[in-house]
């Protein structure tokens, strides 16, 4: 057995050396030894752990570039082949022999003899935008109306009786009339989507709050004189990530779903979106070798929306503290 009264001499060191005062301070005492955590990168680690994930987000991507990217270098001019008769209501093959062999006319010609391929991308742009600016307007105004809304009591009396008056008013045909009275141009129609459509969003994030508003840690912050700003930006919001991010998901798609629904009545923009390429093709859908210029456009809306809807719902799970396991 080694021996317990060992010779410390034989290190060669001074008493003070060899022990030393370890001082534990409070916020010592405090720290814990862990794994570092990024809440944003194990959200992107279970997002890609999926690989139908990946595709669908290659697919938002090419579906991007083509959207944003090549409308800059297509040269796209709708009216080009306007006095030519040959080349109006071309299909794929007959464009190609007309115009040549390139991308421009794998889709045919459309009404003008523009390109179908051409004027789907451009579409495509301006229905994507009006997505998106909706969304991230509707969005932001909603969820910070929403917060204030589920704490504050007297804003809830408030509230609560705009919503049961607005939330009523069928919102497809208040934006229809919103488009009728001013003229349809991009801008008309995201002020008739944003002008209530905040509105569901805030009633929404109402009803989270209410819920978690209440919760132990939230009364502790309270009792410590925690502003309710704080605990709302600190304690609440963070925890409603996935929400907010499922919430996206059903909004982005659902802007696009109106802009086509109204452009294929005849109410939507001016401008050539997507909804508006459908409307103008809408007789060429019956007619024989015509059927490029109406099925091209709905299925490329169809394509956007539900890769938009997929990405954003495997987002939202993926944002969930829970599924972090």
């Known amino acids: 057995m080694e021996d317990k009264n060992m010779d410390l001499k034989k290190f060669n060191m001074t008493d003070e050396e060899l022990f030393a005062r370890v001082d534990n301070t409070a916020l010592d005492s405090e720290k ?10 194990s959200v992107f680690r279970v997002f890609f752990r999926k690989k139908i994930n990946i595709f669908v987000l290659a697919l938002l991507a090419l579906v991007i570039i083509f959207a944003y990217v090549y409308p800059l270098f ?4 709708r009216f080009a082949n306007l006095l030519n008769g040959a080349a109006k209501h071309l299909t794929p093959g007959a464009a190609m022999e007309m115009f040549g062999k390139n991308i421009h006319w794998i889709l045919g010609a459309g009404a003008s003899g523009e390109s179908t391929f051409d ?3 451009n579409g495509a742009r ?27 009591k007297k804003v809830d009396l408030v509230m609560q009786e705009v919503y049961n008056i607005v939330g009523n008013v069928p919102y497809i045909l208040l934006i229809s009339v919103m488009v009728m009275i001013f003229s349809a141009s991009f801008w008309t129609m995201v002020l008739a989507m944003t002008v209530t459509g905040w509105l569901s969003i805030a009633y929404f994030i109402r009803t989270q709050v209410i819920i978690i508003r209440d919760r132990e840690y939230n009364l502790a912050s309270r009792c410590l004189g925690t502003s ?18 499922t919430l996206t998901a059903t909004e982005i798609p659902s802007y696009i779903s109106y802009e086509v629904f109204l452009s294929y009545i005849g109410m939507g923009l001016s401008e050539m979106s997507l ?43 993926a944002s969930d503290p829970r599924t972090h396991m």
């Open 32 to 41: 814990i030894t862990a794994p570092r955590y990024s809440y944003w990168h």
């Open 228 to 245: 309710t700003i704080r605990i709302a930006m600190k304690n609440i919001l963070p925890f409603m990530t996935s929400v907010i991010v």
């Open 74 to 77: 297509s040269g796209y001019d």
């Open 119 to 121: 004027a789907v991308w």
């Open 275 to 317: 909804g508006k390429l459908i409307y103008a093709a809408e007789s060429a859908m019956v007619t024989p070798g015509w059927g490029f210029e109406f099925w091209s456009p709905v299925v490329v809306a169809s394509i956007i929306t539900v890769v938009l809807y997929v990405v954003g719902q495997n987002l939202g799970d």
């Open 126 to 152: 301006i229905s994507i935008s009006l997505a998106f600016i909706c969304a991230a307007i509707n969005l932001t105004v909603g969820v910070v109306v929403g917060a204030v809304w589920g704490f504050s």
